[in-house]
């Protein structure tokens, strides 16, 4: 597993899951995010780690340790 920061040039919500298959990404982390936006991710094959708080970095080294909380 590894982590990466990436732009979505200035798309928004609804090119996401697009941006992210581009990206080969099998994960996302955030806070919030809209019931389509969920819905497309998981017709992608996108784990979605919702209702995060706090630092990205942290965030991302509790998901590779296995230990990351979230409420979704």
């Known amino acids: 597993m590894s982590s990466e920061a990436a732009g979505t040039n200035g798309s928004g919500h609804g090119a996401l899951a697009g941006v992210l298959t581009a990206l080969k990404a099998d994960a996302l982390i955030c806070g919030g995010i809209g019931g389509g936006t969920q819905v497309d991710l998981a017709a992608s094959?996108?784990?979605?780690?919702?209702?995060?708080?706090?630092?990205?970095?942290?965030?991302?080294?509790?998901l590779l340790k296995g230990k990351l909380n979230f409420s979704f």
């Not at 919702?50 to 942290?58: I, L, M, Y």
Request: aromatic fraction near 6%; charged fraction near 10%; proline fraction near 0%.
């Open 45 to 62: 094959g996108i784990q979605l780690y919702g209702g995060v708080s706090g630092e990205a970095d942290c965030a991302v080294q509790a």
